[in-house]
């Protein structure tokens, strides 16, 4: 291994590690070490199954050796275990290395440790779902009443107020969709109106 190359690959933060083709570990980074709690003497000649956390089912790493096995790298969020028994996740990439032949004799598995960005979604959507159940609470309050006075008014504005509440709830309800906000979707949803009836409701 170049000397720069080596350098670059001891000092990197992300953790590196070199399997032979059965996936016995070669190499290890001291990034490694540090994320993992494993030093390099206890993980050499091991398998990556030393950090496996029982998080992932078996089809999960059929999918992985699938991949890597057709000569195709595989990325995936990988939940492993800390030599203390912490669990942690990685944005996790390994590719396989070819000889000349065109034979695959090694893997390279590179990790980013991603835990605090999990940990913040975590926040984040337990967040959004209190905000949720106190933005909902009073909207469907507001709704039973329209309804109640309904029954006993006929008025035009109560039927507006209705409508206008609906159009509340579904906006909340997009705001706080936490399915477009991991996936950063926000589709523009057109529709058309007429100005001057808007204008008149507004005023």
């Keep these: 291994m170049d000397d720069t190359f080596f350098q670059a690959v001891e000092t990197t933060a992300d953790a590196v590690i070199i399997t032979d083709k059965h996936g016995s570990i070669e190499y290890v980074n001291p990034a490694f070490e540090t994320i993992t709690g494993y030093k390099k003497r206890e993980a050499l000649g091991k398998t990556p199954r030393v950090i496996k956390s029982g998080k992932h089912d078996l089809a999960f790493y059929k999918r992985l050796w699938s991949t890597i096995l057709s000569g195709k790298s595989w990325r995936a969020t990988v939940v492993n275990r800390k030599k203390n028994g912490e669990l942690f996740y990685t944005d996790h990439t390994i590719t396989p290395v070819k000889n000349?032949?065109?034979e695959i004799t090694n893997f390279v598995g590179i990790w980013k440790d991603i835990s605090e960005q999990k940990k913040l979604e975590k926040q984040r959507d337990e967040f959004?779902?209190?905000?949720?159940?106190?933005?909902?609470?009073?909207?469907?309050?507001?709704?039973?009443?329209?309804?109640?006075?309904?029954?006993?008014?006929?008025?035009?504005y109560l039927s507006k107020m209705d409508m206008q509440v609906d159009k509340l709830t579904e906006l909340v309800s997009d705001l706080l969709d936490t399915t477009r906000l991991n996936a950063n979707q926000f589709p523009l949803n057109k529709q058309s109106f007429e100005l001057n009836e808007l204008i008149k409701e507004v005023v």
């Design 100 to 102: 000349k032949k065109g």
């Design 128 to 156: 959004v779902s209190l905000v949720g159940h106190e933005l909902k609470t009073p909207i469907t309050s507001l709704k039973l009443f329209i309804e109640l006075l309904q029954k006993k008014s006929s008025s035009p």
